[in-house]
């Protein structure tokens, strides 16, 4: 105890037992003992001085018998501490075995520290390949803290993509108590490993709503399971369900956007999803989403080609709008103008897609300078550069390249960027 509350209880004492005197004094007690043949009289006020002198030897006498174990106690304490810390730092250096033995040390004399010395031992054991070592340790630790054990568990389970085992000792635990932060984690990635992300998004609010969480990591997260959603979609219905049920900030971003669009290509809504890529792109210009728009079958009562081509004006030298304007001329049975809007594409710096795509349309009419256009798909994509292609002229060569006035939502021409 510290000095100070010590003072204080002592003088709380004292002013009890003056109190206390004070009031057997006024009394005219008599307290009479008998043991066998022996009879004791004694004064009340004597008799509880001495009671109260008895009761703080006693006290004193516990206190002298419990001062070795308090020091054996507080040397262990101490030593484990210290234990602890050198394997950290031992761990830190890349010694993974002497890390091992410390920390093993440290869990077996420290009744504080115990948990963290099984947590760092369970690393150490791992990183030194020690599997014996990391079953005792892990048995220990279940033992100690079940909950901590089993977030170890199955962080180590998803480590090696058994989801499934991750996730039934995430249950099992969540049954028992609330899962902290890193539970949830967990158990959201289990779920999106497992094709079960529509399950593991809502979870994402509870996990904003932490002090102290990263906003930007929990973003990539709900993106990133918004897209496994659609993609793990199996039927039309339940795709457009789920698409319905994002929140329009998740809607607007363009990996969401591709994954719906590629899903909804495979399961045969694409007038959905070209009416949702529209509508974003209207809203804001975005390159992937544009791709996406291009790259969708064809389907009854497809109106892209006019919608793409009202965005040329305002976006005359985006690669990703060219190549997309040349897949739906191509679509529309449109081979001269297709032809134009991919070689435009690839001046604009489509790169090695743009050929591909001119190969493809080259191919279909039988023209031999497919197999240049195939080929500079492969130079491009290595980097290198591509063959001159026959068949163009200066002028249009120039025609290509040429990067027309870009204006903005007002009218106002655009500067070019530097």
């Known amino acids: 105890m510290k000095l100070f509350p010590a003072l204080l209880l002592g003088l709380l004492i004292a002013l009890l037992a003056g109190f206390g005197w004070q009031l057997l004094r006024e009394q005219e007690g008599l307290l009479v003992l008998q043991w066998g043949d022996t009879l004791v009289s004694l004064r009340a006020e004597v008799a509880a001085l001495a009671w109260g002198l008895a009761t703080v030897v006693l006290l004193g006498l516990i206190a002298l018998l419990r001062l070795p174990f308090r020091a054996v106690r507080k040397y262990s304490q101490r030593l484990a501490r210290e234990r602890l810390s050198n394997g950290l730092l031992a761990l830190q250096q890349g010694r993974p075995e002497r890390a091992e033995h410390l920390l093993a040390l440290a869990a077996k004399r420290s009744s504080i520290d115990r948990v963290p010395a099984l947590l760092h031992a369970i690393g150490a054991a791992r990183a030194a390949g020690l599997a014996e070592r990391v079953r005792a340790h892990r048995v220990a630790l279940s033992k100690a803290d079940p909950l901590v054990a089993s977030l170890e568990q199955s962080a180590a389970w998803l480590a090696e993509d058994r989801a ?48 102290g969480t990263d906003a930007a990591a929990l973003a990539a997260l709900e993106t990133r399971l918004a897209e496994s959603a659609l993609i793990d979609a199996q039927e039309a219905g339940t795709l457009l369900i789920r698409w319905k049920g994002l929140p329009p900030s998740l809607r607007a971003q363009s990996p969401v956007l591709v994954a719906f669009a590629r899903r909804a290509a495979a399961l045969h809504v694409e007038a959905q999803a070209a009416q949702a890529l529209a509508e974003a792109v209207d809203a ?24 793409a081509e009202a965005w040329l004006a305002a976006h005359s030298t985006s690669p990703a709008l060219l190549l997309a304007l040349g897949r739906l001329c191509r679509a529309k049975a449109l081979p001269g103008k297709a032809e134009t809007y991919f070689h435009r594409a690839i001046a ?21 300078r497919a197999a240049i256009a195939f080929g500079n798909a492969l130079k491009v994509a290595r980097a290198e550069p591509p063959l001159a292609f026959p068949g163009r002229g200066l002028r249009e060569r120039i025609g290509d390249a040429a990067a027309g006035e870009e204006r903005d939502e007002f009218g106002h021409p655009r500067l070019p960027a530097a």
């Open 164 to 211: 499934l085992e991750a996730l039934a000792s995430l249950d099992t635990a969540a049954a028992g108590t609330t899962l902290p932060p890193a539970g949830v984690l967990l158990r959201a990635e289990a779920l999106a490993r497992l094709g079960r992300a529509d399950e593991a998004l809502p979870m994402v609010a509870r996990l904003r709503s932490e002090r």
């Open 284 to 307: 804001r210009w975005d390159e992937e989403a544009v791709a996406a728009f291009g790259a969708l079958p064809a389907f009854a009562g497809d109106e892209r080609l006019a919608r």
């Open 348 to 368: 604009q710096g489509a790169g090695a897609e743009a050929w591909e795509a001119l190969g493809d349309l080259m191919a279909a009419g039988n023209d031999p």
